[in-house]
């Protein structure tokens, strides 16, 4: 079946440290999504990768898809205590474009 | 409007009430969707609406009974629910494999 993995499961940093967090699909994927969900929030969506090799950067975050479409990460460089919260992917598979099945999430703590 | 709004926020219920919970879009979204969130998880699919359609089952129990009116709101009816069924529920919607807008959602308790 399709399943989604992502590790670390926790990390916690120094402020200022950078942090990255790794995905990866049991088959070729579609399209991969990432979204952050904050402690007591809901799933806010940051971005979706579509094409084989993809890198995306907003500010101090950069997102890439693998080659194959099997794997992702997401890098934030020195992070800030605003970038708290729970990290999850989402992978999407052409079978079904609407089933998006998410992976267990790297939950980020910024120490001061 | 670019926001799904579900209510209520919190919900406490018995095993033998029957309840329901409420989301609404007006972003004219094609798809929805119903999750559930347990402390600590990653959201689990429960049921997809495409086009005011059910196409996506993830083997809910009956006891949970989607119903989407018409194509900005999204039902998902309770009725004899375990404790084990307390948890987060989340709506979401999307167009065409594009990103999912998440409502805040409904924070349910099962004594």
């Known amino acids: 079946g399709q399943q989604v993995m992502q590790i670390p499961q926790y990390q916690h940093v120094q402020e200022g440290e950078d942090f990255t967090t790794y995905c990866n699909s049991s088959?070729?994927?579609?399209?991969i999504q990432w979204y952050k969900q904050r402690p007591g929030g809901h799933p806010v969506f940051l971005i979706q990768?579509?094409?084989?090799?993809e890198v995306k950067k907003q500010k101090r975050l950069t997102f890439q898809f693998g080659e194959a479409k099997k794997n992702s990460s997401l890098h934030i460089t020195a992070t800030q205590t605003t970038d708290v919260g729970t990290y999850f992917c989402a992978g999407l598979w052409k079978t079904s474009y609407d089933k998006v099945i998410f992976g267990p999430g790297t939950s980020l703590s910024v120490i001061p | 409007d670019t926001e799904v709004t579900q209510t209520p926020k919190h919900l406490v219920m018995g095993m033998t009430n029957k309840k329901s919970l409420k989301c609404e879009q007006h972003?004219?979204?094609?798809?929805m969707y119903w999750y559930k969130q347990k402390a600590k998880k990653p959201p689990e699919l429960m049921f997809v609406?495409?086009?005011?359609?059910?196409?996506i089952n993830e083997s809910v129990p009956s006891r949970f009974s989607p119903e989407c009116p018409n194509s900005s709101l999204l039902n998902l009816h309770l009725h004899a629910l375990q404790p084990e069924d307390s948890a987060l529920y989340l709506c979401a919607s999307s167009q065409t494999s594009n990103e999912q807008f998440f409502g805040p959602g409904t924070r349910l308790t099962v004594l």
């Open positions: 609406y495409s086009y005011e359609k059910l196409s």
């Open positions: 990768l579509v094409k084989s090799g």
């Open positions: 972003m004219g979204h094609r798809a």
């Open positions: 088959t070729t994927l579609s399209n």
